[in-house]
């Protein structure tokens, strides 16, 4: 087998515009699917550039080019103080911003950001990992139900037309 290399790493702050045009590819894809799950406000350069500094932005490579997008941290929506969690005991990762450019989706990319977002948070020594996604996303709702994520309710943010699902893993120590 040769020629295949994805790598996942910490984003670099000079890969901004990269990024932004993942982004772009992404929210185009998304509204041309009838979902206003991202605009030109959201996710921004600001949002981004505040996760390059932080070091919580990661990029999957594949062969050089830049195919994949997650961001890692500990900020979560407040929205979520209503949801009934599984693991009560923290600390938890919050995933977010999980994006694949259009032209490298259906390769295993987000799988692989996923099962990276996993290890990063057992060998972190987070207790569950925690995230929210679209209810008009139906293919990451798919993606997140066979990852054996669980469904623990819905939340909703100002601007947008649909509740937004939010999911929980809990990790066995």
Known sequence: MHGVTIAIRAGQQD???????????????MQDG???QWDESYPNR???SQDLERGTLFVCEDNGALTGIIV????????YEIIHWEQTQGPHLIMHRLAVH?????????RKLIAYAEDYALRGGYTS??????LKNASALKLYKSL???LRGEVNFPGRTA???VFEKVLSR
């Open 129 to 134: 990992i925690r995230l929210d996604t679209y």
């Open 102 to 110: 259009p032209r490298a989706q259906g390769k295993g990319i987000a």
């Open 72 to 79: 890692l941290d500990e900020n979560q929506a407040e929205e």
């Open 34 to 36: 009838g979902s206003d």
């Open 46 to 48: 600001e949002v981004i």
């Open 15 to 29: 890969e901004i515009e990269q990024i932004m045009e993942l982004i772009a590819r992404c929210v185009q894809v």
């Open 163 to 165: 509740a937004f699902p």
């Open 148 to 150: 054996e994520y669980d």
